[in-house]
């Protein structure tokens, strides 16, 4: 469908509650130019309960008071 306007998915992020969960969410980016696919992953939590990734702490730190 996004073809039809011209548009490409050059990037998508691919997130995940946990590393042994399905993905449950997709980001993804169109641009008017057709570009090589990026593709990255999200994973939001290790092990235990509010036990957040790097990444994820990264990505959100900023609004939140404490993680």
Not at 2 to 24: D, R, S, T
Not at 27 to 52: A, C, D, V, Y
Request: overall charge negative; aromatic content about 12%; charged content about 30%.
């Amino acid at each position: 469908m996004a073809e039809h306007y011209h548009l490409y998915c050059n990037k998508m992020l691919e997130i995940q509650p946990k590393e042994e969960k399905p993905i449950e969410r997709l980001l993804m980016q169109f641009e008017k130019t057709r570009k090589n696919l990026e593709k990255e992953q999200l994973i939001i939590q290790s092990e235990g309960i509010n036990e957040w990734t790097e990444d994820y702490t990264k990505l959100t730190g900023a609004f939140y008071l404490y993680m």
